[in-house]
């Protein structure tokens, strides 16, 4: 079983960053796609951002050129940094694993606001 733990999240002005870490147990981490997904309240879960097992990226159009995800498989872990954030922005993001089965972090929530 994989166990995923995001960390991170907060209040921020829009504008601002934040980087999200999300830290996954195993030892075939390496193996695992991994991706950022957000859930705002009373809409559906999004794809954010996902990096594959060969570090190849793709971005939901609304963060394209604003996050950037990126792992380190010895650490076995994933980022997802945050630039020029917006209200819209606000949700809480989990993090998730993907090889055989699919796993989900318990989320952390990010707050846009003035």
């Known amino acids: 079983q994989v166990q995923l733990v995001e960390s991170g999240g907060g209040l921020v002005q829009p504008g601002g960053s934040l980087r999200l870490s999300c830290e996954a147990s195993?030892?075939?981490?390496?193996?695992?796609?991994m991706g950022w997904y957000r859930q705002a309240p009373g809409k559906e879960r999004e794809l954010v951002a996902r990096?594959?097992?060969?570090?190849?990226?793709s971005y939901a159009d609304s963060a394209k050129g604003r996050f950037t995800i990126s792992r380190d498989n010895a650490k076995r872990t994933v980022y997802l940094q945050m630039n020029s954030l917006k209200p819209e922005d606000t949700a809480v993001y989990y993090c998730?694993?993907?090889?055989?089965?699919?796993?989900w972090g318990q989320g952390t929530q990010v707050t846009v606001s003035s």
């Open positions: 195993g030892s075939i981490f390496s193996l695992y796609a």
């Open positions: 998730n694993a993907a090889w055989r089965s699919v796993y």
């Open positions: 990096i594959s097992n060969s570090d190849s990226t």
